[in-house]
């Protein structure tokens, strides 16, 4: 009697879940067959540097120039139709070092200070003016509007900098590390 139940109630189990599965879609075999594909497609950015390293150089004598140099990157971005924004931003993530030397939190001289310009291709809309290095907060590089595209390959900017040259600078070697951002919304 109980092997009995035992069967009786698998013979149920396997009969019920007969029921609940939805029936098998019947597939036509023919000559073509199509499916229909979708996406979605969101927001993107990216950003790369060209040279791991930027040289600021004096170009005049005795002090007579800042020190100058250019940083060349290359973007690629995408935003929303309605609404999108974008922004390519940088800061200075550690300052000149080692001591005695430039400083961007903390400059040996009142009014010393890294600045920069901007030059970027469209869909950009560069800096506008001299933009003034900070160690605390992204700076503006470029910003995008809605519905931004660059080229697949990207786009071009470069930011062109501006170090104060201030007599009070130990002589020697110095570096900092700048970083940059992108977004897309």
Same mark, same amino acid.
């Given at each position: 009697m109980t092997i009995q139940r035992a069967l009786l109630i698998t013979l149920?189990?396997? *009969?019920?879940?007969?029921?609940? &599965?939805? !029936?098998? &879609?019947? &597939? =036509?075999? %023919?000559?073509? #067959?199509?499916?229909?594909?979708?996406?979605?497609? %969101? $927001?993107?950015? @990216?950003?790369?540097? @060209? #040279? @791991?390293?930027?040289?600021?150089? *004096?170009? /005049?004598?005795?002090f007579s120039s800042d020190f100058l140099g250019s940083t060349s990157f290359a973007y690629k971005i995408r935003t929303s139709k309605t609404g999108g924004t974008g922004n390519i931003g940088l800061e200075v993530t550690s300052d000149f070092s080692p001591a005695s030397g430039p400083s961007v939190a903390n400059p $040996? =001289?009142? /009014?010393? !200070?890294? =600045?920069?310009t901007c030059t970027v291709s469209s $869909?950009?809309? %560069?800096?506008?003016?001299? &933009?003034t290095s900070s160690t605390t907060a992204a700076t503006s590089v470029a910003t995008f509007g809605a519905d931004a595209h660059s080229g697949k390959t990207g786009n071009a900017g470069s930011v062109n900098w501006d170090l104060t040259n201030d007599p009070k600078y130990g002589t020697g070697s110095y570096t900092a590390t700048v970083t940059f951002t992108i977004s897309a919304t």
């Open positions: 149920l189990a396997v *009969a019920v879940a007969a029921l609940i &599965q939805p !029936a098998a &879609q019947a &597939q =036509t075999f %023919g000559p073509s #067959a199509t499916t229909t594909l979708s996406v979605t497609i %969101g $927001p993107e950015a @990216s950003i790369a540097i @060209s #040279a @791991s390293s930027t040289t600021l150089s *004096a170009n /005049g004598t005795a $040996p =001289t009142a /009014g010393d !200070a890294l =600045t920069y $869909p950009g809309t %560069g800096c506008t003016g001299s &933009q």
